[in-house]
């Protein structure tokens, strides 16, 4: 097991932020959802939890085989999914990745939203108090992303937001910038497999901080297509985007999924 807390600072309230983060999620996985690869949405609905109350409950098929690297698409089905669970009680969110394929493959998120700069190192203390973890800070302006996955128009330090004026975020923008705010994200990879264990959870590490680099800045860089957003509107809009995306994705996998499930129970 290998847990690491991600902390990554936005030039948005929690608020704002709350809206910005599901049309980002609905606009990334149809953009990424091509050639037959990409998110499919199996369910969407309102859940009710006597803890936390009321909130969202989502699940996924995350199709990414020619994202895994050699060495794994050399053992895993030339289809391959990873399932999604997400259950959103903003401003807290648990999201847990598995895969029938490889059963002791897991990942576990939860995630806590606050207006600050990332500065509460107690916010976690009911759920990891005594468990020992890297704190990895990520800054949406001045991190690298993958160059495959760079476009000016979502690089912080060149885009300027017409509707809040915020933008062209310069190095040490985060101990000045109002307002601010923090996704405190708690990670916990498993792969429990003797001589493997070690390099896929680094592997996975390393990925999970790409993508949440790479979506909360695609989150302000798109802030002017959802600012003026309603939850109403955005839950429309998310609506839409699952629609279409799982048309693009579904077409080409429908007659395969049973395939996966089958040679997964093979294996185990």
């Not at 948005?12 to 499919?40: A, C, F, N, P, W």
């Not at 939890?49 to 996924?60: A, V």
């Not at 990745?97 to 002791?104: G, V």
Request: glycine share 4%; aromatic share 12%.
């Amino acid at each position: 097991m290998l847990l690491k807390e991600y902390r990554i600072c936005m030039p948005l309230t929690v608020d704002e932020y709350k809206i910005g983060q599901l049309y980002m999620i609905s606009k990334h996985s149809h953009e990424q959802s091509d050639r037959g690869e990409g998110v499919e949405v199996v369910q969407n609905e309102p859940f009710e939890d006597p803890h936390h109350g009321n909130g969202q409950f989502t699940e996924k098929r995350v199709y990414l085989n020619s994202k895994l690297p050699s060495w794994a698409r050399a053992v895993v089905p030339k289809i391959f999914y990873v399932t999604e669970k997400a259950w959103n009680y903003y401003p807290y969110t648990i999201t847990e990745y598995t895969c029938s394929f490889l059963p002791k493959f897991s990942i576990h998120i939860e995630t806590k939203y606050e207006d600050n700069k990332g500065s509460n190192d107690r916010i976690f203390d009911n759920e990891a108090k005594d468990l020992e973890r890297e704190v990895c800070f990520i800054d949406i302006a001045c991190d690298e992303i993958p160059e495959r996955y760079y476009k000016e128009s979502e690089d912080p330090k060149h885009f300027k937001s017409e509707k809040t004026g915020r933008g062209q975020l310069r190095e040490g923008w985060r101990d000045s910038h109002q307002p601010i705010m923090c996704s405190y994200k708690l990670v916990t990879v498993k792969f429990e497999v003797w001589g493997l264990q070690t390099r896929v959870e680094q592997f996975v590490h390393k990925v999970v901080r790409d993508i949440l680099l790479i979506g909360h800045r695609q989150a302000f860089a798109w802030v002017d297509e959802w600012y003026d957003m309603t939850m109403d509107d955005v839950r429309e809009y998310e609506k839409n985007m699952h629609e279409q995306t799982n048309i693009k994705v579904c077409n080409q996998h429908s007659s395969t999924v049973d395939d996966i499930e089958s040679h997964a129970q093979t294996s185990t």
